[in-house]
């Protein structure tokens, strides 16, 4: 407890009350002015928005470096990085969730955006409890590296595509059992009242399989952004900056998903480097200049490979 206090205080309360007023700001002008009516967002749009969310997070890395020197600087921006990497898996799920239920694409915006509210929660308590256990008990880097490279190992491995059944998302059942809900959606609303009762809409349903999704892959990006930076401010602040964009990338990759067949197995490359880092930084320090280079490197090489070698043709 009194280590967590200490990684919260490590940072002057103004500055944390200043990032937190800044977010609730433009997560109120996105939600409350440009997506008022529900709509489709456009891939001119979704493009938009992720240069807007992309130079607001360059822009505050180089606040970062101007106000706490180079080195922090550099970690924001790996951790931004490798956390808007692994975001890709995350859109990859919300095809297939969305696909599951046939949410119709014009309320597509509002489960995303309510989704990734409670992603922002979650990820705050999991980073500033993490960097607290981690400045009590060092030796918990080690199981996160080699947790780390299991998964980067797994994820190269080909296998077989994902599916997503609701019957077997534990929160799902927990939710039904104590509450109603209605046999179809209500335009864009998470309750509605049916045959005189008040019930959750299946649009509802599908926010709590997306919420309960980002907790299996906070699994992963928790030990990842720690790798990078053991500063509570900058690991928080480059999560949560990942994920504020990450709507964005989803409607801006939802439909060319296909053509970055090499992604993921760059993404696994980036994961074993940092389960690795973690594993020897006490003996071999690699500095996050290397890092930065390496992340932005294996990612730019597998997509350039995606858009290069063409996938051969399925046999008949």
Not at 17 to 27: D, E, P, V
Request: proline share 3%.
């Amino acid at each position: 407890m009194f280590s967590l206090l200490a990684t919260i205080d490590a940072m002057p309360l103004w500055a944390w009350g200043a990032f937190f007023l800044f977010i609730t700001a433009m997560l109120a002008l996105d939600l409350g002015v440009f997506q008022r009516d529900s709509h489709i967002v456009s891939m001119k749009e979704a493009l938009g928005w992720c240069v807007v969310w992309g130079v607001l997070a360059v822009a505050f890395g180089g606040l970062v470096w101007w106000w706490r020197g180079p080195e922090l600087g550099q970690q924001f921006l790996a951790g931004y990085l490798i956390e808007l990497c692994l975001s890709v898996d995350n859109v990859f799920v919300f095809i297939l969730v969305f696909a599951y239920f046939k949410v119709e694409p014009r309320y597509q915006h509002r489960v995303l955006f309510w989704g990734i509210i409670g992603a922002v929660l979650m990820r705050a308590i999991f980073i500033l409890v993490g960097v607290s256990v981690i400045a009590r008990f060092h030796w918990i880097l080690y199981i996160f590296g080699a947790f780390l490279v299991y998964t980067g190992v797994k994820m190269a491995l080909p296998s077989k595509d994902a599916e997503v059944d609701p019957e077997h998302n534990a929160a799902v059942r927990l939710f039904r059992r104590f509450f109603p809900v209605a046999p179809k959606n209500d335009g864009g609303n998470f309750f509605t009242t049916h045959e005189g009762r008040r019930m959750a809409t299946p649009l509802f349903i599908v926010l709590i399989v997306i919420e309960t999704t980002d907790v299996i892959f906070a699994l992963d990006s928790l030990p990842a952004v720690l790798a990078i930076t053991k500063d509570g401010f900058v690991a928080l602040t480059s999560n949560i900056f990942a994920i504020l964009g990450l709507r964005s990338l989803y409607f801006a990759l939802s439909g060319i998903m296909q053509l970055f067949r090499f992604l993921k197995v760059g993404l696994a490359v980036i994961l074993c480097f940092i389960g690795v880092k973690m594993l020897i930084e006490h003996w071999v320090q690699i500095t996050t200049a290397t890092s930065l280079g390496v992340i932005g490197g294996v990612l730019t090489t597998s997509v350039l490979m995606s858009l290069l070698i063409k996938q051969p043709p399925k046999a008949e």
